[in-house]
């Protein structure tokens, strides 16, 4: 029997020399869990219950396969019914991920990749237990597969498997599913577009049922859809990073023209007047419902500096999204808004606000996410407190359930308890398994930090001490069983230490100011990679990435005095790197 095993490790006085049977049948207690999960230090207890509330019935999610049919022996459940679905599965991943050497986690996605049709066609509502020998599992939904207008989910089967990958460092799996990922982009592209080259879908099809926007639950209604748009330019993008990850040149070259193709078309969803971006009806008009469904071309890094500053002030405008509940899927001022939430016509929905969360953070708006975030969190933590449960969706104008909610939902409702808190208020924003490197932004005041974090190889303790003010240093502790690499990040400043195995004090040292959504930048903010930058005779530069990042991206025409204004930082980093000496490092986000 397999057995996995953790180091011992000691923090502030806490040992822990743990074994954990990671085989089926995954039947965990809650002290189990609390024993080999990463475990979040904060003084803010609420977020401490309804963190261990969520694993807790997450736990009781994972299903054993019983039936004789194609489906993985384990794999984990959205909770509410005899099919599995795939954009709850794709959302679960997203926290799941944090426990993905307890549970059957990314392996769940071979449910669906075994059920793909030859075309390439995936559905997205599949039947987990056979009800007739027509029927056996597997079976799609709709019969007519395909041809039914909301046989289709978003297509974040890419995103999910690259933060995945990101967590573990498989590139085994990346070289296995990528043809999957392929046949699939291209049936969407394919069979979901009108003439124009717009993307449609339907209610169900795009996974918010009611949304007020004119379609019907199976229906298109010629409408044309930005999040579909958004979501095809999504998938190209880290289609391009799987197969840059692989070696797989000739496909990265596809999708960067794919991605480029899509970002295109997006624009044609862009309304400068009221600053958003709006579904089109079929005539080619701005239907002006403010929703979250505008947001995914943001996730997408399809936007502009200025067409996000304006989006941005819809989402904290009280009279729209920033309700007592943020963000509800519809605006506060349209008609059709729901103060109780009527599912997806003003409800907040762990997807969409995990979603939006990410939008900012990877659009460099990482102080609002993180105060969505808390907000996110407080609410739940309320509800949680009242009911004693987690649900799937939540009012926003009181702190109460959704009018329609069901409990006990964890499903994709532990992206805010588990995922939010980890990323975007403790601040650990990136764990990279393949350069044993994370990256955590210093912005909380109180002690805090994570203990028992584990990717790749690495098991990590991370602490930051109280401070009294923005402006005291930050002192950290670091202790890790395996090298690491810590990007420490503090406003627009950052500190790199690599640490060998064993226990450390660091204060870093934030010398230097770093370069951040410059507008000549082909941003990709979200990857936040260390950049090189070659000096030229006359000071300027050109910044070209390593060969360790997925893509090579540049920046032309800035002077060195313009990215690190400091005569003093700048000597000091040119002259830090050694072999590397020509080199400063721009963070991007």
Partial sequence: MRVFTLHCVMILGLICCLEL??????????????????????????????????WELFAGHVVHNQYQGDFVEYYIDEAHSYWVFQWDTAFMLMFARYGYFMFPTIVSFDNFYRMQNPDGFICRQLLEKPLSEDRPQGTCRYSAEGDHQSS????????????????????????????????????????????DELYWSTGYGSGMDNLPIGWSSHGHAEIRAVCLTAQQALNALYMKKIADEIGDQARSAVYDQEYAYHKGLIARFWDDQDGFYYYLDRNGEFIRAKTLGGLWPLLALASEPAQNKK??????????????????????????????????????WAPTNYMTIKALQYNGYDSLAREASINHLDAMSQVLKNTGTIWENYAPDTIAKGSKAREDFVGWSGL???????????GIEELDARNNTLTWRIARLDRHGIQRLRFGNITVNLLCEQRSGEQQPPHLSIETDNP??????????????SFPAGSYQWTPDFAATFARNTPCINRQPHLRKVMHASLRNNGNFAI???????AIYSIQGKKLSEIIPSDSARNKTISSFGSHAKGIYVLFN
């Fill in 484 to 497: 690491v690499t810590v990007k420490a990040l503090h406003g627009k400043k950052m500190a790199i230490r």
């Fill in 544 to 550: 070209r990435a390593l060969k360790t990042t997925a």
């Fill in 311 to 348: 989006i941005v002030g819809h989402l904290t405008d009280p009279n729209e999204f920033w309700r007592a509940h943020v963000f509800p899927t519809v605006s506060a001022d349209y008609p059709e808004y729901d103060p109780a939430g009527d599912y997806w016509r003003g409800s907040i």
């Fill in 152 to 195: 289709v989910n978003p297509p974040l089967f890419s995103w999910a498997e690259w933060d995945h990958y990101k967590h573990t460092g498989d590139t085994a799996r990346l070289r296995d599913v990528l043809p999957y990922l392929d046949k699939f982009f291209y049936w969407i592209k394919n069979n979901r577009r009108f003439n």
């Fill in 21 to 54: 049977n990671a085989q089926p049948p995954y039947d965990y207690t809650l002290t189990d869990l609390k024993n080999h999960l990463p475990v979040p230090v904060l003084e803010n207890s609420d977020y401490i219950d309804l963190y261990w509330k969520a």
């Fill in 416 to 426: 805010g308890p588990i995922a939010n808190l980890i990323e975007n208020v403790l």
